[in-house]
């Protein structure tokens, strides 16, 4: 299963670029459609924010909360899928995850939960990880002198940051 793009992994210097990368963009937009143009998003951020006021202004909570178990778990399978042929091209079975979920709450919260705001700070996520933490983590490894990758301990950091901000923010 190749959905890869050769002659873009040579322009981007050994990137393993594959159809994530123009199908993302358009997922973006999708759910910042969905939550802010749609009833069913309205109802959803609504049951997100507070289930009980939501079932007493006669939202169907246990619909609203069922649909949005669907709709993310298609969206992690489809993501997922596009990762793991897309990057790797083969389907592993090992005993750990390569911990990305943990990342993505941490982008989540640092973009306050919305579309643009979580679109801004994985780039900004990823390009922190991708220049500086991983040629760090690589060469303290190399030298010996950390025994766990420091990379945990910095987004550990960053997201009880973005949840003190978010926490103070009114």
């Not at 123009?22 to 959803?44: C, D, H, S």
Request: charged fraction near 10%; hydrophobic fraction near 50%.
């Amino acid at each position: 299963a190749g959905i890869t793009f050769p002659s873009l992994n040579e322009v981007f210097d050994g990137a393993r670029i594959h159809w994530g990368f123009f199908l993302v963009p358009f997922i973006i937009f999708a759910f910042y459609y969905f939550f802010e143009k749609t009833r069913w998003g309205y109802e959803t951020k609504v049951v997100g924010l507070n289930p009980n006021a939501a079932s007493y202004a006669g939202i169907r909570v246990n619909r609203i909360m069922t649909r949005t178990m669907f709709l993310s778990g298609a969206l992690g399978g489809l993501i997922g899928t596009l990762d793991t042929l897309g990057v790797y091209g083969y389907v592993a079975i090992s005993s750990s995850t390569s911990g990305i979920g943990f990342d993505g709450v941490a982008i989540a919260l640092l973009g306050g939960n919305s579309a643009l705001g979580t679109t801004l700070s994985g780039i900004l996520i990823g390009a922190f990880l991708a220049l500086f933490l991983s040629q760090f983590d690589l060469c303290m490894r190399l030298q010996g002198k950390l025994s766990f990758p420091p990379l945990y301990l910095l987004l550990g950091a960053q997201s009880l940051l973005a949840i003190a901000i978010w926490y103070q923010s009114p």
